[in-house]
């Protein structure tokens, strides 16, 4: 190999000016414990913002490739994420 890192599309050629996707991402969350460890609280919430995104385009003139790979997009995801567990306690009698 001569030291490229990627995935080869059949049929696709990438611009020459192509540069790799950005990533720019905001996190908050809160942890909590409650009724002495026997219940947790999760949550989180995120705001990722992609930059650049790699898209299939079809080049005007097809020459030898009939697609090709450009950077033309944004993508912006947001969320909550939420997570619980409980765990019940037992009295210890038989």
Not at 42 to 61: K, N, Q
Not at 66 to 72: A, K, S, W, Y
């Amino acid at each position: 190999m001569d030291g490229n890192v990627g995935t080869v599309i059949s049929g696709a050629s990438g611009a020459p000016d192509i540069k790799p996707e950005r990533v720019k991402e905001f996190e908050v969350g809160v942890d909590a414990n409650l009724w002495n460890g026997r219940a947790t609280l999760e949550v989180t919430g995120y705001s990722r913002h992609t930059y650049d995104l790699l898209l299939l385009a079809r080049p005007r003139r097809p020459r030898e490739y009939t697609q090709r790979i450009i950077n033309g997009g944004v993508f912006w995801n947001k969320g909550i994420e939420i997570g619980c567990r409980l765990s019940p306690r037992f009295s210890g009698r038989t």
